[in-house]
Nanobody, 125 residues
Framework: VQLQASGGGLVQAGDSLRLSCAAS????????MAWFRQAPGKEREFVAA????????YYVDSVKGRFTISRDRAKNLVSLQMNSLKSEDTAVYYC???????????????????WGQGTQVTVSS
């Protein structure tokens, strides 16, 4: 599976952005897809995940109510709609995929074996 992320950019606080992640290869029903982010000088952080088959979604508390993860199974596409952006959302955002979904550790980056190249999101205050 290869992942290609896009949609990052420079926006002002309060603006919106939509990130997309196109997956090539077979995405099977037990896969999970996620977005992580990494700010300068910080560790990579889980942002949101979606179970490919059921569409169940999971978020880190800091983005709940502002970000929405979704998937288009026909297009093998995962999106992250980001609203009400804050300066602390500034980071490189990575999409990731895992071949075995375990709901208890959806935010564990070590369980994601496929990664996109990252897209920069910069929010100015």
């Amino acid at each position: 599976v290869q992942l290609q992320a896009s949609g990052g950019g420079l926006v002002q606080a309060g603006d919106s952005l939509r990130l997309s992640c196109a997956a090539s290869g077979d995405i099977f029903s037990n896969y999970g897809m996620a977005w992580f982010r990494q700010a300068p000088g910080k560790e990579r952080e889980f942002v949101a995940a979606i179970r490919w088959s059921m569409g169940s979604t999971y978020y880190v508390d800091s983005v709940k109510g502002r970000f929405t993860i979704s998937r288009d199974r026909a297009k093998n596409l995962v999106s992250l709609q980001m609203n009400s952006l804050k300066s602390e959302d500034t980071a490189v955002y990575y999409c990731a995929a895992r071949s075995r979904w375990i709901v208890s550790d959806y935010g564990n980056s070590k369980q994601y074996h496929y990664w996109g190249q990252g897209t920069q999101v910069t929010v100015s205050s």
